[in-house]
């Protein structure tokens, strides 16, 4: 029998070195998951009239140490603030931790180092992040409790580290099954008012998608119902809640003739 030898390797030890191409932006982001990533563009988008230009970027893309580099000279070094949540922690982008570090207190940059999971602690974070500890316990907090608004204020305290004099709500819990407003793009436990006798359509989701940001199908499919006069009431929920959903939440609706 042949025993294979083990070893360690983190995931700058498995790429080949690329170059983003990206442009100079005041507030800069990263991570390892796409639902964040998605999350951050479109709370972007809704407050770009208020917050500076920002980038996005995958840490996939980020794991050779030319990689991180040439994105630090060409990126990072021109960011006012920068955050980057980790999936793994410090051994999972230790090269990237320690030179992203040393370039943010060089250059006076925000920077906030966060773990990928939210309940843990990472020292090593901490210590290379520039902004204090109390600062980084709350931006985590957004994306402990998601969702659309605490993505949100998450881009307006970034920038304020830009230098953006703009108001940022605390993080907001977010329920763990409740109504979601297309028009709005709103979470609530309180059901839509309906019009007497008018057709509905529940859409059950899925609370992860509202998180994520990953609502588009919803809001399409909302929008289809609409145009055939079908009030659209999308309800989210996590698996083991949707069955014990108060019956009000539901019966409150009237009954949809299709």
């Not at 498995?14 to 998951?33: H, I, K, N, R, Y």
């Not at 297309?182 to 006798?197: F, G, L």
């Not at 919803?218 to 009431?233: F, M, N, Q």
Request: hydrophobic share 50%.
């Amino acid at each position: 029998m042949h025993l294979l030898a083990t070893t360690t390797a983190t995931l700058e030890d498995l790429a080949e070195p690329v170059d983003l191409g990206q442009t100079p932006a005041d507030m800069v982001a990263l991570s390892f998951t796409d639902s964040d990533l998605a999350g951050l563009a479109a709370a972007w988008q809704a407050e770009a009239g208020a917050v500076p230009e920002m980038r996005l970027a995958a840490l996939r893309d980020l794991r050779h140490p030319m990689s991180v580099d040439l994105w630090i000279d060409k990126m990072a070094s021109h960011a006012r603030v920068i955050l980057v949540r980790i999936l793994g922690g410090y051994d999972w982008w230790r090269y990237g931790c320690d030179r992203l570090s040393a370039v943010a207190r060089e250059r006076g940059i925000a920077l906030a180092l966060l773990p990928g999971e939210c309940r843990e602690r990472d020292e090593r974070l901490i210590a290379l992040s520039t902004l204090p500890e109390r600062e980084l316990e709350a931006l985590l907090g957004y994306f402990r409790q998601g969702g659309p608004s605490n993505m949100r204020a998450l881009v307006r305290r970034l920038a304020g580290h830009a230098g953006r004099d703009v108001a940022a709500a605390e993080p907001q819990p977010l329920a763990k099954v409740g109504f979601y407003a297309p028009a709005t793009r709103q979470a609530s436990e309180m059901a839509p008012t309906v019009a007497p006798h008018s057709p509905v359509v529940p859409i059950l989701f899925y609370r992860s998608m509202l998180l994520a940001a990953d609502v588009a199908p919803i809001d399409a499919l909302a929008a289809a119902l609409e145009r055939h006069g079908i009030t659209a009431a999308p309800i989210f929920g996590i698996l083991y809640v949707a069955t014990k959903m108060p019956p009000c939440s539901i019966t409150s609706l009237p009954a949809s003739p299709l």
